[in-house]
């Protein structure tokens, strides 16, 4: 997901550090969620390395491929609220805003093509050169989730970008999670031919390059179309959205030996997903705002 919860279905991510598939498919987490987030995300924003290596410390003496989720696992998605893991779970994704599950494999949501809706600000103040922009000078938005696109047009707004969203994946590293989702891969659908598959291959690389030295395992969000460049950009595991309700669960699991964990919003997509690959893939059924457990609305169901 997209913060809210973010993506192809679903969610998050915040803000930048200044001086942070068909639409209804895609996710965020509740917007008090995010700006909570947003605004504790700031707070803990420090000066980046300027060549975008990994801040402060120089992990590149982990494993050069970090570990990757278990197969076949019991997941909780909680990008919209942290829990105690529901008995069985054993990977479980939240915002990077959030601290990971103990004892638990634990996956870094972070929205790194996109700013989140109360962020826009702050990116056009300090770095209006890399949110993408139409001719008029106006901001290029993902409607669905009020989102301004990052402009990963070319090399240089790509590295500068690298470097902020950087040190987020960074932070997940430095709170202990073993691996981070990038969200909104596919921002170059909703560019108006602004941005190309190329763009973002590229930007992704740099991301997962920078998990990887940050001891981090990297996860391709959605973007089934992309699959086939997953060498060149670097992913280790991909998560999902409703990969059972649109028959796309197949080809992730294909691309990535079963290494695939896949959010469900709805009890048909649910019971598709474990009728055809329940007995291999990790699959949980989510309420769309992905709620904590204990709110109005909460679901959690798995195979």
Known sequence: ?????????????????????????????????AVLLT???????????????????????????PAPPPVHAGFDYQIGGAYPPPEGVRVVSRDRGQSPASGHYNICYVNGFQAQPDALDRWQRHHPELVLHTRGGKP???????EALLDTSTAARRKALARIVGRWIDGCAEKGFQAVELDNLD?????????T?????????????RAHRSGLAAGQKNAG?????????????AVTEECGQYKECGQYAKAYGDRVLDVEYTAKGLAAACRTWGKRLSIVGRDLDVRPEGEDGYVHERC
Do not use: Q
């Open 1 to 33: 997901m997209h913060s809210l919860a973010m993506h192809s279905p679903a969610t998050r991510s915040r803000t930048p550090c200044s001086p942070a598939s068909p639409p209804a498919r895609r996710r965020r987490v509740p917007a008090i969620v």
């Open 39 to 65: 605004v504790a995300a700031i707070a803990g924003c420090g000066a980046g390395p300027r060549d975008g290596a990994p801040g402060g410390r120089d992990r590149a003496s982990k494993a050069a491929r």
């Open 140 to 146: 290029v938005m993902d409607t669905d989730w009020n």
């Open 187 to 195: 921002s170059y659908e909703r560019s108006g031919g602004r941005l």
């Open 197 to 209: 598959e190329a763009d973002n291959v590229a930007f992704a690389a740099l991301l997962t390059r």
């Open 225 to 237: 179309e992309l699959l086939a460049r997953r060498t060149t950009m670097g992913f280790d595991f």
